[in-house]
């Protein structure tokens, strides 16, 4: 089975940067569609950002954080990074790292994908 884990949350002031790092194992052959979500208390929760497979390389970025996060990979170490730049305190949240080997919906819709990790904490101050 997939297993998946965030690691990199914490506190950050306003205009800040952070960095996150999702560990994804127990595949053996292609990695699996991966994505990013966050969720802040009392708020559903959002899709980030997402990469395809090996041969779709396409990646998606929620509107809330284009231009301000980027997404990358490490396929031999089976890592999976968000680079957070120009932070607010909106973006105060639970983030989750999420896999899938199939997409039944879009790349940044929760259903898409069936291994989630547990979260990391962000927290940005004003």
């Known amino acids: 089975e997939v297993h998946v884990v965030e690691s990199g949350g914490g506190s950050v002031q306003a205009g800040g940067s952070l960095n996150l790092t999702c560990a994804v194992s127990?595949?053996?052959?292609?990695?699996?569609?991966l994505a990013w979500f966050r969720q802040a208390p009392g708020k559903e929760r959002e899709g980030v950002a997402s990469?395809?497979?090996?041969?779709?390389?396409?990646?998606e970025y929620g509107d809330s954080v284009k231009d301000r996060f980027t997404i990358s990979l490490d396929d031999v170490k089976k890592t999976f990074y968000l680079h957070m730049n120009m932070l607010s305190p909106e973006d105060t949240a639970m983030y989750y790292c999420?896999?899938?080997?199939?997409?039944?919906?879009?790349?940044?819709?929760?259903?898409?994908?069936?291994?989630w990790g547990r979260g990391t904490q962000v927290t940005v101050s004003s």
């Open positions: 999420a896999a899938s080997f199939t997409r039944a919906s879009g790349p940044l819709n929760r259903g898409s994908y069936n291994f």
């Open positions: 127990g595949y053996r052959y292609s990695r699996p569609y």
């Open positions: 990469v395809g497979g090996v041969i779709d390389w396409h990646t």
